[in-house]
């Protein structure tokens, strides 16, 4: 990693983004700025369980290029943190694994100060979800976006990075 070209952000990507055919620019724009050493860009645990599950060595292999979050904290804080997520998530109530998951990849990156790159809801097919509540989990600490909104805000921070660096290199050395 090069100090100078940090950005100091840390993104966590969801199963549902690895893309094993490198069919989406979006991601592998995510991935080139992870190399270059601009942002971190890791999965949880249990999001890296999810994609490594299922026939596709080639995207069982993707999802093991990424650090994985996990979280072991089972402090009242932490268990009050997932209640609420899961609440937001699920009024009704989490009744699947995967719903768990939701909540354990939202718990995750609320922990770690993360923001989660998914394409989970926030549309008509899927109005609820991670994106069609990311408002009311953003009061929870839980930022998300779409790998297409990542991609446009780290575009911009780069931009402000750049000018900040052009900046200081003008300053007469002392």
């Known amino acids: 990693m090069h100090p100078e070209l940090f950005l100091g952000r840390a993104f966590v990507i969801d199963a549902n983004c690895i893309d ?9 724009l995510l991935k080139l700025w992870r190399d270059e050493g601009r942002i971190f860009l890791n999965m949880t645990s249990v999001s890296q369980d999810e994609a490594s599950a299922g026939k596709s060595m080639a995207r069982r292999r993707e999802s093991f290029r990424f650090l994985a979050y996990r979280v072991e904290d089972d402090s009242a804080a932490v268990r009050s943190k997932r209640k609420a997520i899961e609440v937001v998530l699920f009024p009704s109530g989490v009744r699947s694994p995967n719903e768990q998951n939701d909540v ?71």
């Open 20 to 28: 094993s055919r490198r069919a989406s620019p979006d991601i592998e």
């Open 104 to 174: 354990e990849i939202c718990l995750a990156c609320a922990y770690y100060g993360a923001t989660l790159i998914t394409r989970d809801g926030g549309s008509k097919r899927q109005p609820g979800g991670i994106l069609g509540n990311r408002t009311r989990l953003s009061a929870l600490g839980v930022n998300a976006m779409t790998p297409a909104e990542a991609v446009t805000h780290i575009r911009a921070l780069i931009a402000k990075h750049e000018e900040y660096l052009a900046w200081r290199r003008a300053l007469p050395e002392i």
